[in-house]
T-cell receptor, first 116, second 116 residues
Framework: AQSVAQPEDQVNVAEGNPLTVKCTYS??????LFWYVQYPNRGLQFLLK??????LVKGSYGFEAEFNKSQTSFHLKKPSALVSDSALYFC??????????????FGSGTQLTVLP | EPEVTQTPSHQVTQMGQEVILRCVPI?????FYWYRQILGQKVEFLVS????????KSEIFDDQFSVERPDGSNFTLKIRSTKLEDSAMYFC??????????????FGEGSWLTVV
């Protein structure tokens, strides 16, 4: 069975400081890895994904994530946080096998608050 | 930018009543999904749908749930006899027709169902 852990329910960071939202996974093989963001009363918005290649993936709104195979982690990062980045962030994994109709397994989410 | 649209945004229903949640996936997508998020909990997979049939379903997706693509644009989730524990945000999603499970799943804004 696959699982995703987001060890921090809440992350607070000052505006302008770098931010990290942590994610580790437990999946057989090498899964595809995703980050989604959920703003209040909104749906899940895709941020970025790791498929293959460079371990550092760049996504929307200046976010990036680093895939670390040995640590089975996919931490989300941003060099300089904005107050508007405050939202709920979800890490998700998907098995690497043929067929597109494969479910995403989500972590429990991390509430990011960027303080002005 | 194309998006997944869902209706209604919020529905309140009596326990035991039938509910239909509607979705219009992104137009060139062929894989469709329903996920749900109970308040304060993880986003959970319900079902995936491709080529007019269910591809995968979770344990949550029992006999009271059904999905249908009644025409070329809509994708619906029916809950036959709602229970209090069905209260949740229901997300519709879709993804592109590739052979890889690395393609991105795009989510709608969600339909918030309250069963009273």
């Amino acid at each position: 069975a696959q699982s995703v852990a987001q060890p921090e329910d809440q992350v607070n960071v000052a505006e302008g400081n770098p931010l990290t939202v942590k994610c580790t996974y437990s999946v057989s093989g090498n899964p595809y890895l995703f980050w989604y963001v959920q703003y209040p009363n909104r749906g899940l918005q895709f941020l970025l994904k790791y498929i293959t290649g460079d371990n550092l993936v760049k996504g929307s709104y200046g976010f990036e994530a680093e895939f670390n195979k040995s640590q089975t982690s996919f931490h989300l990062k941003k060099p300089s946080a904005l107050v508007s980045d405050s939202a709920l962030y979800f890490c998700a994994v998907r098995p690497r096998r043929s067929g597109s109709a494969r479910q995403l397994t989500f972590g429990s989410g991390t509430q990011l608050t960027v303080l002005p | 930018e194309p998006e997944v649209t869902q209706t209604p945004s919020h529905q309140v229903t009596q326990m035991g009543q039938e509910v239909i949640l509607r979705c219009v996936p992104i137009s060139n997508h062929l894989y469709f999904y329903w996920y749900r998020q109970i308040l304060g909990q993880k986003v959970e997979f319900l079902v995936s749908f491709y080529n007019n049939e269910i591809s995968e379903k979770s344990e949550i997706f029992d006999d009271q749930f059904s999905v249908e693509r009644p025409d070329g644009s809509n994708f619906t989730l029916k809950i036959r006899s709602t229970k209090l524990e069905d209260s949740a945000m229901y997300f519709c999603a879709s993804s592109e027709p590739t052979g890889s499970s690395g393609n991105t799943i795009y989510f709608g804004e969600g339909s918030w169902l309250t069963v009273v």
